[in-house]
């Protein structure tokens, strides 16, 4: 049963405009979570994270929104760049274990020139 | 920044062979490792937690005895894929956590078994 789901598995965006990325999770004792970014062939870059007492965390063009009572959280991207087309990962953990993280399947952002 | 770095990139390998793939954290020490297996449009499936010095934590299903896991140093771990088989055939990631709890993984390796 996966605990970290990201339902799209693709999307496709205008240069110059927002992505949003979505990732659910169903684990109540999630309270850490992270983007990554990756590359074909490459492993997984860190992004971005949010901790459970913020329901919002901004670094540059990526903004992370975490909504603890729906167990949801996205990922936006503005302005979105071509460089920015790659595969994205949501992870989430808890602190009490952090040693485990629980990733969802991916969604692949492709932001046309 | 921290890096990991996962050799090899690219490996392939005989049916019933084994083969190594190595993972080092070139400018930190890392006490815990970890190691993901990703199958085709799945997500990054954890394998197990390497801890230095000590045996490795198996996740529930991953046979420990077909994917052996050394962390000799607080530098380096190993994944040994024994007597392997083509469903072995997959991307293996590592990742270390470095400070602020942040997770680096490594580049990943490809293996293919013929």
């Known amino acids: 049963d996966q605990q970290v789901k990201q339902n799209s598995p693709s999307l496709s965006v205008q240069e110059g405009r927002i992505s949003i990325l979505n990732c659910d999770y169903t684990n109540s004792m999630f309270d850490y979570f992270l983007w990554y970014k990756k590359y074909p062939a490459e492993g997984p870059t860190f992004l971005i994270s949010i901790s459970s007492i913020k329901d919002k965390n901004e670094d540059g063009r990526f903004t992370v929104f975490l909504n603890k009572s729906a167990k949801h959280l996205s990922l936006h991207i503005v302005p979105s760049q071509p460089g920015d087309s790659a595969v994205y990962f949501c992870a989430a953990s808890a602190t009490h274990n952090f040693n485990k993280f629980y990733f969802g399947s991916g969604t692949k952002l492709n932001v046309k020139p | 920044g921290a890096v990991v770095s996962q050799h090899p990139s690219r490996v392939i390998c005989k049916s019933g062979t084994s083969v190594k793939i190595e993972c080092r954290s070139l400018?930190?020490?890392?006490?815990?490792m970890f190691w993901y297996r990703q199958f085709p449009k799945k997500s990054l499936m954890l394998m197990a937690t390497?801890?230095?010095?000590?045996?490795?934590?198996?996740e529930q299903g991953v046979e420990k005895d077909k994917f052996l896991i050394n962390h000799a140093s607080l530098t380096l771990s190993t994944l040994t894929v024994t007597s392997a088989h083509p469903e072995d055939s997959s991307f293996y990631i590592c990742?270390?956590?470095?400070?602020?709890?942040?997770?680096?993984f490594g580049e990943g390796s490809w293996l293919t078994v013929v």
């Open positions: 400018d930190f020490q890392a006490t815990t």
């Open positions: 390497s801890n230095e010095g000590s045996k490795a934590t198996y």
């Open positions: 990742s270390a956590r470095g400070t602020a709890n942040t997770i680096y």
